[in-house]
T-cell receptor, first 112, second 112 residues
Framework: DAGITQSPRHKVTETGTPVTLRCHQTENHRYMYWYRQDPGHGLRLIHYSYGVKDTDKGEVSDGYSVSRSKTEDFLLTLESATSSQTSVYFC???????????FGPGTRLLVL | DAKTTQPTSMDCAEGRAANLPCNHSTISGNEYVYWYRQIHSQGPQYIIHGLKNNETNEMASLIITEDRKSSTLILPHATLRDTAVYYCIVRVESYNTDKLIFGTGTRLQVFP
């Protein structure tokens, strides 16, 4: 599992509330990623980070922000959750000589 | 960005080889082909990757055609635990990071 944990693993929230998902890694990897997975779409990149305080947008970044104040944590924030953000969110890190991405266990988010 | 095309689903008898095809006709010369699988909503699991040459590891073999427009993932002796969705992915290098472009994958069902 490349030392990746995600919290919470499940969350139910209401439209309009802020939500923060946490990705934590223990192996000092520089690159971290947030994806969302929805039926019929595969996984889509939301944001990524290439170092502390260095982040950039992916293909579906609208409505999301991220922060990385220390190497081990990459936070994904939904400032005002909407029902369209109901999804499964996966964090990934890049590691190994082949620079392969390894994924965390996921967070299931339901926005009512 | 290069996209991939895979069959929606496939079946395979336990103990037999599972051959999963993938088309990536627009792949660029420096783009890698990666294979991941996802078992029942867990995080995607890395299997194997290659650029030009065929590759083999403890999980699978990857056969890439000479023109690189298609590839085949081979699970030599499929087991019931190999039942999963298999994603063929083109890895794109871009400024500051890489991108994994996921399609909708092939659902492989291994039956007794």
């Amino acid at each position: 599992d490349a030392g990746i944990t995600q919290s919470p693993r499940h969350k139910v929230t209401e439209t309009g509330t802020p939500v923060t998902l946490r990705c934590h890694q223990t192996e000092n990897h520089r690159y971290m990623y947030w994806y969302r997975q929805d039926p019929g779409h595969g996984l889509r990149l939301i944001h990524y980070s290439y170092g502390v305080k260095d982040t950039d947008k992916g293909e579906v970044s609208d409505g999301y922000s991220v922060s990385r104040s220390k190497t081990e944590d990459f936070l994904l924030t939904l400032e005002s959750a909407t029902s369209s953000q109901t999804s499964v969110y996966f964090c990934a890190i890049r590691a190994g000589g082949a620079e392969t991405q390894y994924f965390g266990p996921g967070t299931r988010l339901l926005v009512l | 960005d290069a996209k991939t095309t895979q069959p929606t689903s496939m079946d395979c008898a336990e103990g037999r080889a599972a051959n999963l095809p993938c088309n990536h006709s627009t792949i660029s010369g420096n783009e890698y082909v990666y294979w991941y699988r996802q078992i029942h909503s867990q995080g995607p699991q890395y299997i194997i990757h290659g650029l030009k040459n065929n590759e083999t590891n403890e999980m699978a073999s990857l056969i890439i055609t000479e023109d690189r427009k298609s590839s085949t993932l081979i699970l030599p002796h499929a087991t019931l635990r190999d039942t999963a969705v298999y994603y063929c992915i083109v890895r794109v290098e871009s400024y500051n990071t890489d991108k994994l472009i996921f399609g909708t994958g092939t659902r492989l069902q291994v039956f007794p």
